[in-house]
């Protein structure tokens, strides 16, 4: 297989913002305040609604969906199980919600969609020729199972004292720091794995599998090889060298589970009267051109490392440009 250029392919009628893409307001010189705040407090920005969600999910699960570090010091089949449960409920409400909302009901139609199309049915590409059977199928029987062993392996370790616990007690300023820390680790973890994931022994082995989804919905998130799971889940490894709470540790990866369900729904922006704020047109742009983008905007990480592309004209210089390979990947089991 070769890595001659070649160009994108051919889509008519995909759906562009008006707006060219802005990273958030945080790294600027000088500062902006107003827009700032509301990034920080508006609605479909940092805070809300998605983040409170996880929030809220971490607390909750706690509290009264998980085993007290009592129980998870002797690894036992029925509080593991009960885990694993939750999580798939969790994963059903958010992935499966959404779909429902946006591709079962269609209640935005195709507006604001990028790529008109729905999901590829009886496609060879895709386990049982549906995308979105093989999508919930990769992200069920893999995702689930390897976010649930990452939290069990935690519960298991803050339990028996070898992973680092910080209580409210202990120091009530630094418990509530650490939930920015986790979203600031999560998003630089995220940006240097995917460029690993990327390298094309990895991306032939495992990455292939989610750029299958050149046109993607909400299952698509977490439509992962095994290999993938382990390393995209692996942004949990910051509680094993700072000190945390298991609901640092759960805030941390129930974000990194559910927030790729609305972060790949192919639409933009405000959905359903404004009251669904999904999608993410940086990220589509990876998914429809294979390159680029690697990281998301809170931090312009993309910026930063020269990988940042702005929109399908930066993809027309041959440089930029998708390769053979990436295209043959997306399109069938590797060879």
């Known amino acids: 297989m070769t890595d001659v250029k070649s160009p994108a392919p051919e889509r008519r009628g995909d759906w562009i913002p008006d707006e060219p893409i802005d990273f958030a307001p945080i790294f600027v010189w000088p500062p902006e305040p107003r827009k700032l705040l509301k990034y920080l407090f508006g609605w479909g920005g940092f805070l809300w609604p998605w983040r409170i969600v996880w929030l809220g999910l971490a607390i909750g699960s706690w509290y009264w969906l998980s085993p007290s570090l009592a129980e998870a010091r002797s690894l036992e089949f029925g509080w593991i199980a009960a885990i694993f449960i939750r999580n798939l409920v969790f994963i059903w409400l958010i992935a499966g919600g959404i779909h429902l909302v946006l591709y079962t009901l269609k209640l935005q139609g195709t507006d604001l969609k990028h790529d008109p199309r729905w999901l590829a049915v009886r496609r060879r590409r895709f386990l049982f020729k549906s995308q ?80 299958k989804n050149t046109n993607p919905g909400p299952w698509s998130g977490m439509a992962m090889h095994p290999i993938e799971h382990l390393i995209y889940l692996s942004s949990v490894v910051i509680h094993f060298v700072v000190a945390s709470h298991p609901v640092h540790m759960m805030f941390n990866i129930f974000e990194t589970a559910l927030a790729p369900a609305h972060g790949h729904t192919g639409f933009h922006g405000k959905t359903v009267k404004g009251r669904l704020p999904v999608g993410d047109y940086f990220h589509w742009l990876h998914h429809r051109y294979f390159e680029g983008n690697y990281g998301e905007l809170t931090i312009p990480l993309d910026r930063w490392f020269g990988t940042f592309r702005d929109g399908p004209e930066a993809y027309e210089a041959e440089a930029n440009r998708p390769t053979e390979r990436h295209y043959a990947l997306a399109s069938e089991e590797p060879g």
């Open 132 to 211: 979105i059977r093989d999508n919930v199928f990769w992200s069920c029987v893999s995702g689930v199972t390897i976010w649930t062993a990452w939290e069990v392996l935690f519960l298991y370790g803050y339990a028996h004292g070898w992973v680092p616990y910080l209580g409210w007690s202990d120091n009530p300023t630094l418990f509530v720091l650490m939930f920015p820390v986790v979203v600031i680790f999560r998003k630089i973890h995220f940006y240097f794995t995917h460029r690993l994931l990327h390298w094309q022994p990895l991306y032939r082995s495992a990455h292939y599998l989610h750029h």
